[in-house]
């Protein structure tokens, strides 16, 4: 079973595309959060500014808070995805390896 899952050539397109998409959201997950860091490290005085007068909401309470929602959001753009275009080639995969295996 696993030998015809593996030589489908829709395998090879499931998995090429599903490590292009990962690695598209991790790269942006880290440059997010490390772009972060850094502010925080290089820009303190920058990170401190309050976001209207009178406010003690500061730039980098909001920033932080905004990774937070944005973080989330891309795990439901990944779990709409694997939940529908990825289970459905990999549904296509398997019925194919078992056509092949009676």
Do not use: C
């Not at 079973?1 to 598209?24: D, G, Q, S, W």
């Not at 296509?92 to 295996?101: G, L, Y």
């Amino acid at each position: 079973m696993y030998a015809h899952i593996r030589r489908n050539p829709r395998f090879a397109e499931l998995v090429a595309k599903r490590t292009r998409f990962a690695t598209i959201l991790s790269i942006v997950v880290l440059a997010i959060f490390y772009g972060f860091v850094l502010l925080v490290a290089f820009a303190p005085e920058f990170i401190a500014k309050q976001l209207s007068e009178g406010s003690n909401l500061t730039f980098g309470v909001a920033v932080g808070l905004f990774q937070f929602v944005f973080f989330w959001v891309l795990t439901l753009v990944y779990v709409r995805r694997a939940n529908g275009e990825f289970d459905d080639i990999n549904n296509e995969i398997v019925r194919a390896a078992w056509k092949e295996e009676k």
